[in-house]
């Protein structure tokens, strides 16, 4: 029988430590039912599997994913028919059609071959629509549970490939309904750094006017407030913040504060932000993941924000 030896794994299971075999990243969950992580998993079956094409989760991993994959099974794409194997942990075979691209990304398994970035996210896209593929995610009004992850997984693949909303609507034919794709690249943003400040932008992208409308990543100067284009923000001198989210119009912003924010020192790094942020005529609101939770004390600060921007501007 063949097969692939792999090294034993340390008493620490490789998704506590960040440690993965595959390409450069760190596993977005754990990797159960699985020990090795997806791409590892990949390059394994592959081995056994030459002329096979790796698909969906696998490829999105490949192409630089870091959440979700490391639990799912390794598809991979065959012109000839194969018997699925019985046994667990093994790859699951499925039809290679005509004309699909494919490109060869790994630096190690050069002649490893999976889908084009477009073709990994509409089949991502795909999964999760069907739901065969959760994960948690807080409620947030107006929006399925299946509509929420579609965005955050299209946000984090804007992330980590050069894929364009264009790209993405082109790869999803004979995948995924146009118009389910076309709504959830309106929901998507390019911007958006991690999951949660998707969530955070998702949560929120009703409570400001009409007129107004909120940018991801956008950098501001600590000298005087202003707003700082592209250019500004990598060549001004002097001290400038980025936000996860900012209404220009307003002068609100919105930080999403992840783990290194609950140290103490950082925790007074970002009082004294807020405080000049205040001082600048700026609205600042910090969120951390168990205000996300609280849906209605969330909106409660950031509704507190913009309404005293809002007096703020018509005050005489």
Not at 183 to 201: C, F, V, Y
Not at 244 to 258: I, M, S
Request: glycine content about 6%; aromatic content about 6%; some cysteine.
């Amino acid at each position: 029988m063949r097969s692939v030896l792999l090294p034993p794994a340390d008493p620490t299971p490789a998704w506590m430590t960040g440690h993965r075999l595959g390409p450069d990243g760190w596993t977005g969950c754990e990797p159960e039912p699985y020990r090795w992580d997806i791409l590892t998993r990949l390059r394994c079956h592959w081995l056994l599997a030459r002329d096979c094409v790796g698909a969906g989760w696998c490829a999105a991993a490949a192409h630089g994913l870091p959440y979700w994959a490391d639990n799912e099974s390794v598809v991979l794409l065959s012109r000839r028919l194969r018997r699925n194997p019985t046994a667990p942990g093994g790859p699951v075979f499925r039809r290679l059609r005509d004309n699909l691209p494919t490109v060869n990304v790994d630096p190690r398994f050069p002649d490893l071959r999976i889908v084009d970035a477009p073709t990994a996210a509409a089949q991502c896209v795909a999964t999760i629509l069907a739901e065969k593929k959760t994960w948690w995610t807080p409620d947030v009004p107006g929006l399925t549970d299946v509509e929420v992850r579609a965005t955050q997984f299209i946000d984090a693949f804007y992330q980590c490939t050069l894929v364009t909303a264009d790209d993405v609507l082109a790869g999803a034919r004979h995948i995924v309904d146009r118009r389910r794709v076309k709504r959830l690249l309106e929901l998507s943003d390019e911007g958006a750094q991690s999951p949660m400040e998707t969530i955070l932008r998702l949560i929120v992208r009703e409570e400001i006017p009409s007129h107004c409308s909120w940018t991801s990543q956008v950098t501001v100067s600590l000298e005087d407030g202003a707003v700082l284009d592209e250019h500004e923000a990598r060549h001004v001198r002097g001290k400038k913040t980025t936000p996860d989210l900012v209404c220009r119009e307003l002068q609100v912003a919105l930080y999403y504060d992840g783990r290194h924010h609950t140290n103490a020192e950082q925790q007074e790094t970002d009082f004294r932000l807020y405080q000049k942020l205040k001082t600048l005529g700026w609205e600042a609101v910090r969120i951390n993941k168990d205000l996300i939770r609280d849906r209605d004390e969330l909106l409660e600060h950031v509704r507190h924000a913009v309404a005293t921007a809002l007096r703020l501007r018509q005050t005489p």
